[in-house]
């Protein structure tokens, strides 16, 4: 049994983040509606690298996050909407959304009016900023969130300056957040009996996911700075250029960077390396650092990735995301999962016996749940037409 199966999660969310936090609920067994305006769908259904997939609104933005999920497509603006969606609310557990605050009040999605159906309501909101402060309005997305958190100036080189994080980082973050606060709140209903409203912000998580440069920040007065793909103090912990392709190594602790040297053929600069105080391995670096990039020169990465972790030294040969997608490594893990149509979707990045999460199915087109949701609230066949033919549903 999946730890949250029993549990149903209506979700509200568009883009990355929110979707992303009810994917992961999903996948951890709670039934997942994702409940979309028939005439303004999310977003991301005509987003992606595959045209023709934007084209019929099943974008691979959308599939990324989707799996599992059932689709409602509900008119939250008509009032027979609304009824229909207060039913909803009465029958669920959780309810995640990103709208901004004036969609919520037009809505009638407010914390303490949707509690009047539903008391015991884990009621969870994503937002760029939180509902709290004097940017509480302000839009953003990831991109914008990394500029205001000082993640995106933490990034790159003295030379570049700032340079964005590829992945949405924040977004996911941010999904991640929200999934264990609600878990969290969940867990503490089944002690108390009460719902909870949990507010996240990707800005917070921002510095959740730079808690050690926020922490370094505030004691020395100055940010981390950006040192692209070497470490200004320990020259073992850094990428060089081999024979063939980039090495990253990851020898961080003295021990590491000793075996590392050792298995590099070099013992008494392994010896040394070992005997240098900590706070002294800077002043090491150029002269291993010019060791370092003529010797690896001498072999491929994949060569040396071999070797050095045969010697139990951290090291990788720098990688496109198409060569990681087919290594040994990722069979039998849950975070790569069959769902047809000879695509694998993210499951989760853990492995936890009979209660693994399962993604179960690819993303479901718009749609595709309406009918057997509002059949499964205990509305009669006419009235299921009433509102297909009025676009309240569809």
């Not at 969606?85 to 303490?112: K, M, W």
């Not at 957040?177 to 108390?192: G, K, P, V, Y």
């Not at 020259?235 to 190594?249: K, S």
């Not at 087919?326 to 990045?349: C, I, K, S, T, Y």
Request: net charge negative; glycine share 10%; hydrophobic share 45%.
């Amino acid at each position: 049994m999946r730890f949250l199966e029993g549990v149903r999660v209506l979700d509200l969310t568009h883009v990355y983040a929110g979707p992303f936090c009810a994917h992961q609920m999903g996948a951890m067994g709670a039934e997942v509606i994702k409940i979309e305006a028939p005439d303004k769908p999310d977003m991301t259904r005509a987003e992606g690298a595959d045209a023709e997939a934007n084209a019929q609104g099943y974008g691979l933005g959308y599939q990324a996050h989707a799996g599992g999920k059932k689709s409602l497509l509900l008119d939250l603006k008509a009032p027979e909407g609304q009824a229909v969606f207060a039913r909803l609310v009465a029958s669920a557990d959780v309810i995640v959304q990103n709208y901004t605050s004036h969609c919520l009040e037009d809505l009638g999605l407010l914390p303490e009016q949707l509690a009047q159906h539903n008391p015991k309501l884990i009621y969870c909101m994503l937002s760029g900023f939180g509902r709290t402060g004097p940017k509480a309005n302000d839009p953003a997305y990831d991109n914008v969130i990394q500029a205001f958190s000082g993640m995106m100036a933490s990034n790159g080189t003295p030379d570049t300056g700032p340079v964005r994080i590829g992945p949405p980082v924040v977004d996911y973050g941010t999904g991640l957040q929200a999934a264990m606060a609600i878990s969290s709140a969940l867990f503490a209903r089944e002690r108390t009996g009460q719902g909870a409203v949990i507010d996240v912000s990707m800005l917070d998580a921002a510095l959740m996911l730079m808690s050690a440069n926020v922490v370094a920040t505030q004691v020395t007065g100055q940010a981390p700075r950006p040192n692209g793909n070497r470490d200004k103090e320990y020259a073992c912990y850094g990428a060089y250029a081999t024979a063939d392709g980039t090495l990253m190594v990851g020898a961080y602790t003295n021990a590491q960077a000793a075996d590392l040297m050792a298995a590099l053929g070099d013992e008494a600069r392994a010896e040394a390396i070992a005997a240098t105080p900590r706070a002294a391995l800077g002043e090491r670096v150029a002269e291993d650092e010019a060791w370092l990039e003529a010797r690896l020169m001498e072999k491929t990465a994949a060569e040396w990735e071999g070797l050095l972790n045969a010697q139990h030294v951290p090291a990788a040969r720098v990688r496109r995301i198409e060569e990681t997608l087919q290594e040994a490594q990722l069979e039998g893990r849950a975070v790569l999962q069959d769902v047809g149509n000879d695509l694998r979707l993210p499951g989760a990045g853990f492995i936890a016996g009979g209660a693994t999460p399962v993604v179960g199915q690819a993303a479901p087109e718009a749609g595709a749940d309406s009918r057997a949701v509002l059949d499964g609230l205990g509305l009669e066949a006419a009235e299921i037409d009433a509102l297909f033919r009025a676009g309240i549903s569809a």
